[in-house]
Each structure stands twice: as C-alpha cells, then as structure tokens.
C-alpha cells in the first residue's frame, strides 16, 4: 500500500484538519501517522486518543517511515510545518509515494512556499510526486499557483471553519459531517491524491464543493 505525506509551508494553512478529512473519506482502510514533529493535535483534537478499526492512529518519529510504508493500508502522514534544520521527518518525506503541501490560495502562503518547495525537491531528488492541496476559495488561481510555484495542484478544499473546528479541535456537534462542505470535497480529492501518488497520468484537478463554509 502507499504512504502519502501532508505538509504545510506554516501559519496555520490547515494540514491536520485536511488530513483527517482525507482520511475520514478515504475509499479504503487508512492509517493517519501524527508526523508533526512540533508536536500534532490529532490525538487532542477530534479522536481524543482513540480511532476506531478499520482506521487507525498512530504517534510516530520519522525513523519508522519503513514501519509505515509497509502497512498494509494506505498511510496519511500528518507531517505539519516544514522547516529548515533537524528534527523533520525526512525519512517520511523522502519515502512516501506523494508529498503533498497544504496551502491558502493567498500571495502570503504561496511566497512561504517557495524556498520550502525547494527543500522537498532537494530531499525528493525532483518534483515527481508533489503536489497542492489548496485551503479556500479567495485568492490566486489554481493555474497561477501551480504556474508560479512549479509543481501541480490536485485539489481545492472549501474553508469551512465550522467543520475544521469539530476535526482539529474536537469542537461542535458532529451531526451530518458527511455531508458538510469539506467533506463533500474531500471525496473528491482523496481520489486525486491517492492517482498522483500513482503516477497515473496528469493530476488533474478535484474541485471545492460548492456550499461555502457551514
């Protein structure tokens, strides 16, 4: 099975919410591995330290990426910020069969891309397998970022603070989440990523279900 690492170039651009709503929505059993090496909040936040079979958890250091890769589910990697200097989990990123970077659509998070855009291509040896997961609707478009930043986007997440709340935070009625906003879309690009990670074809864009943030 494949492992697929989350990233975020900082403040806040939302990979851990992304992550579990990718995995919340994944089509087959999945693993989320809290990469973070600042320290997640998936164990604080939505799970509370327990996530039912056939989905699972796990805390991690980044000397177990062969561990991880070896599953026997596809793994989501919630490796948060990535910075310069030691104590990344190179490993997981180096190994995985996609690396994807979570951002929002603004010139801000596009500009702290870049030099950490250049980090994974010097650790990935190239910009096979990488990948954008954008946050939001207001912004740069899809095209331009891709255009500016070199690599491909695979999907366009809707902001939907109420729904990011109950899955970072573990905060409000989980009542029909299914069928909010951003759940609705990350049916749509979890099948994006898993064909990137594949290598099969041209990633192609997932779009942001409709609806705005509930």
């Known amino acids: 099975m494949s492992m697929y690492a989350l990233v975020s170039s900082g403040g806040a651009a939302g990979v851990t919410t992304t992550a579990l709503a990718l995995a919340l929505t994944w089509p087959q059993p999945v693993i989320v ?6 320290g997640g909040a998936i164990l604080a936040g939505l799970f509370a330290g327990h996530l039912p079979a056939p989905r699972g958890l796990l805390g991690v250091a980044s000397a177990i990426a062969r561990v991880l890769a070896s599953q026997p589910c596809d793994v989501i ?14 490993s997981v990123l180096a190994g995985a069969a ?3 970077m979570v951002i929002r659509p603004t010139l801000r998070y596009i500009s702290a ?13 190239g910009p096979e397998r990488l990948g954008l997961l954008l946050v ?29 709340s109950v899955l970072s935070d573990g905060v409000g009625r989980r009542a029909s989440l299914a069928d909010r906003p951003l759940m609705r879309a990350a049916r749509s690009a979890g099948p994006a990523v898993a064909r990137a990670g594949a290598g099969s074809g041209q ?9 705005g943030s509930a």
């Open 33 to 38: 591995a809290e990469c973070d090496p600042a």
């Open 203 to 211: 990633p192609g864009l997932a779009a942001a279900a409709t609806g």
């Open 98 to 100: 996609l690396v994807a």
């Open 77 to 90: 990697a919630d490796c948060g910020r990535l910075d310069a200097g030691d104590g990344q989990p190179a």
């Open 136 to 164: 939001g609707e207001r912004g740069h478009s899809p095209a331009e970022i891709a255009r500016t930043l070199g690599i491909p986007v695979l999907a366009s997440l809707p902001f939907d603070a109420r729904t990011a």
């Open 113 to 125: 891309a870049r030099p950490r855009i250049e980090m994974l291509l010097e650790l990935r040896g």
